[in-house]
């Protein structure tokens, strides 16, 4: 009987290649020669395996293994290696253990790769990975359709520096890959700022070149909603993780309209640019199950206009037109406008840094479904009061059972007791005076309210206005560096 060869599953794949790394770990054969690869090909597939894992495969590892289980395991090993790059019995030894150490994503990876770079910078295998960072910076910044800034489109002053007793703070909301490619800025910043990053992304283990916001004198304070990401941030040298970020800022916004008759059973806010990692298609999926299939849903999300109709053309095709109504690109104080006749929202995007929609939902007192192979998201902050969390396998279960329970959820009451700007803000206050005040600095003045979007993301506008004088001081130290995009004046 003729048999053909089933393709193995690409996240299995990159399952065996992680469990083969670690095996020969364990059995102490690592440095032996590899029959699959030379050193640096091997290290490449390694780290691809991880990434595909831990960025499309997050479902599947969640329901196979678990999705702690790339980091408990590199933790666990990162001794093994860290003992040979300095007693290994050979030269080689050494230093493929310390590249091992500074090109996957172990524990203190950032320092690692610090003392890696200043050794071997013409190593081929060093040289590459700088040049595609630098590449991969270039391409973000030749991507934006905005090609003019302004400071407040990426930064804002929070508190104002009275130097020397007193630093400011200064956070960094977007554009963060901006700061790799200028050497000398963050450091020039750093002597009058404290820096806040919040990274728009999850799974930051990706992304080592954040490691040059660990090289300042003092600690770098980076919002990271998940806990993975918390868990590695909180490894590497020089940096303070805190789990606040983005849509924990969104204003309380008591204009919300409560009182719309609920006639839209599911909503999702997900960016049409995106769809792969949102996963558009797979509320679709869930509108055509049996049990579900009587469903309205509304889909809302910015996006160019060739992405829109592609979602449009998917709807259609699945025969959905008449129960899916889709809005793009709304004005931002129009969304709680249309979420008003909503029962239920769905977040189940593979990777966020905080999810501002869900907050959204909250803040419209509308219940969220999340799923829980989310990177990027504290799901410690879903509670019976406001959600449910759900594995993939359970999301048809626990929508239906959600609709039928409704009277039970009250999630703007949670929103306003537990999160928002007021809330949020006060919470970041106190882990920047906790920071000030141990790195030996006075904290005589609390940082402004800020908020989670806008032209400036101040809440009063006279707090924009006062920092004026500060914004025009930041623009000629901005001004002074090589900037690879085009800066005009506030």
């Known amino acids: 009987m003729e048999t053909h060869d089933i393709e193995p599953h690409p996240f299995q794949e990159a399952v065996d290649v992680l ?7 364990d059995s102490g054969t690592v440095f032996a020669p590899n029959p699959f690869a030379d050193f640096r090909t091997w290290r490449q597939r390694i780290r691809r395996a991880l990434f595909t894992l831990l960025l499309d495969g997050r479902p599947w590892l969640e329901a196979r293994r678990s999705l702690d289980w790339p980091y408990d395991a590199l933790q666990q090993h990162a001794p093994f290696l860290e003992a040979a790059a300095v007693s290994g019995a050979t030269a080689v030894e050494r230093q493929e253990a310390r590249r091992f150490l500074a090109l996957l994503p172990f524990p203190g990876q950032w320092r690692h790769l610090r003392r890696l770079a200043a050794v071997e910078a013409d190593s081929p295998e060093i040289a590459l990975l700088l040049s595609e960072e630098h590449r991969k910076i270039e391409a973000k910044l030749a991507k934006k359709r905005q090609k003019t800034f302004k400071l407040r489109h990426f930064c804002q002053i929070l508190k104002a520096p009275r130097l020397p007793q007193e630093k400011g703070v200064l956070r960094i909301f977007s554009l963060p890959y901006l700061f790799y490619s200028v050497p000398g800025l963050l450091t020039r910043l750093s002597e009058q700022y404290v820096i806040y990053l919040e990274p728009p992304w999850g799974v930051l283990a990706r992304h080592a070149w954040l490691r040059v916001f660990s090289d300042l004198a003092d600690p770098v304070v980076i919002g990271a909603g998940g806990p993975e990401d918390c868990r590695f941030l909180a490894t590497q040298p020089n940096v303070l993780p805190i789990p606040l970020a983005h849509g924990d800022y969104l204003e309380p916004n008591e204009d919300v309209p409560l009182e719309a008759s609920k006639t839209v059973d599911i909503v999702f806010n997900g960016l049409f640019d995106d769809m792969p990692r949102k996963r558009h298609g797979v509320v679709l999926d869930l509108l055509m199950r049996p049990e579900l299939n009587r469903l309205t849903a509304l889909f809302l999300g910015r996006g160019a206009a060739r992405n829109v109709a592609a979602f449009r053309r998917q709807v259609a095709e699945r025969g959905l037109e008449g129960r899916v109504t889709v809005f793009d690109n709304l004005p931002r104080h129009d969304v709680p406008r249309h979420l008003a006749p909503c029962r239920v ?10 999810c501002r929609s869900i907050y959204e939902f909250f803040r ?16 410690d902050l879903i509670t019976p009061e406001n959600g449910v969390i759900a594995a993939d396998e359970a999301l048809p279960e626990a929508l239906r059972q959600m609709l039928a329970d409704l009277p039970s959820f009250q999630p703007r009451a949670w929103f306003l007791r537990h999160s928002g700007s007021i809330h949020a803000g ?5 882990h920047l005076r906790s920071l000030f005040l141990q790195l030996g600095y006075e904290w005589q003045e609390d940082i402004v309210p800020l908020s989670s979007s806008g032209a400036n993301r101040y809440i009063d506008p006279e707090d924009y206005r006062r920092f004026l004088p500060e914004f025009r001081r930041l623009f000629r130290i901005f001004k002074a560096f090589p900037l690879p995009i085009a800066l005009a004046p506030e």
Request: proline share 3%; aromatic share 10%.
């Open 345 to 354: 929202g769905i977040q189940i995007s593979l990777h966020e840094n905080v």
């Open 426 to 430: 006060r919470r970041l206050n106190d």
């Open 364 to 379: 419209s007192d509308i219940p969220c479904l999340v799923s829980s192979s989310m990177a990027g998201f504290n799901f």
């Open 19 to 25: 469990d083969h790394f670690f095996d020969r770990m």
